[in-house]
């Protein structure tokens, strides 16, 4: 089955510690996302890349940092400069410049990062 | 700066009853996604929007977009407990696919 998955589920961190979050796709999909959710909102984009070694900045990139080595995997490291890092983070993917007319983001599962 | 704006946040709402989502958006764009969320789990793509006057139907919920208005609107008809989510509209604001999300309706369909 197609599909992205997400790991860990759930992830806690200490103050000043670094943690990655794992995303992976097998929709051979060139674009991959990473957004934030804090309760009771709707998402922010962290960064998105639209081509392996390539990505970009989303609206809150700061504290927060990524790679694309290859198309199927799309890590986030959220570092020790993110200073509110607990929420619920969501990695999507999806075909590059909406090719078909039917095309949507995909979402994965999530990850529920808490800072302890 | 596109915003994104889903009213109401929050709607409790009687089996059978029929509403209306609306999501009003800052620029021009002529793609809209709907999303449902259950409680702690991830987004389910239920329509894509693709040019004004676009209309789709998925059950009891039917999805519209109307681009000059910038407005798009989720039609609730006859709602069931099982519709009980939270729902999000996301606008395209350039053309690789960039979504800008509103803030969400969290819809409670009580029996």
């Known amino acids: 089955d197609g599909g992205i998955t997400q790991s860990p589920k759930y992830l806690f961190r200490k103050e000043g510690q670094n943690v990655t979050l794992s995303c992976e796709q097998n929709?051979?999909?060139?674009?991959m996302y990473w957004y934030r959710q804090d309760p009771g909102q709707g998402l922010r984009l962290i960064y998105y890349?639209?081509?392996?070694?390539?990505?970009q900045k989303g609206d809150i990139a700061e504290g927060y940092s990524v790679s694309r080595e290859k198309k199927e995997s799309f890590p986030l490291t959220v570092t020790s400069a993110q200073k509110n890092p607990t929420a619920f983070y969501l990695c999507?993917?999806?075909?590059?410049?909406?090719?078909?007319?039917?095309?949507?983001?995909?979402f994965g599962p999530g990850t529920r990062l808490t800072v302890l | 700066e596109l915003k994104v704006e889903q009213n109401p946040l929050f709607l409790s709402m009687q089996e059978g009853k029929n509403y209306t989502i609306y999501c009003n958006y800052s620029?021009?764009?002529?793609?809209l996604y709907w999303y449902r969320q259950d409680p702690g789990k991830s987004l389910e793509s239920l329509f894509v929007?693709?040019?004004?006057?676009a209309v789709k139907q998925e059950g009891r919920l039917m999805a519209s977009l109307d681009t000059k208005a910038r407005l798009s609107t989720l039609h609730i008809t006859a709602a069931v407990h099982d519709l009980s989510a939270t729902y999000f509209c996301?606008?395209?604001?350039?053309?690789?696919?960039?979504?800008?999300f509103g803030g969400g309706t969290r819809l409670m369909v009580k029996p």
């Open positions: 929709l051979n999909h060139d674009a």
């Open positions: 620029t021009t764009s002529d793609r």
């Open positions: 999507a993917s999806s075909l590059p410049g909406l090719a078909v007319s039917t095309d949507t983001q995909y």
């Open positions: 890349s639209q081509i392996v070694n390539d990505f």
């Open positions: 929007l693709l040019s004004n006057g």
């Open positions: 996301a606008v395209e604001y350039n053309a690789g696919n960039m979504l800008t």
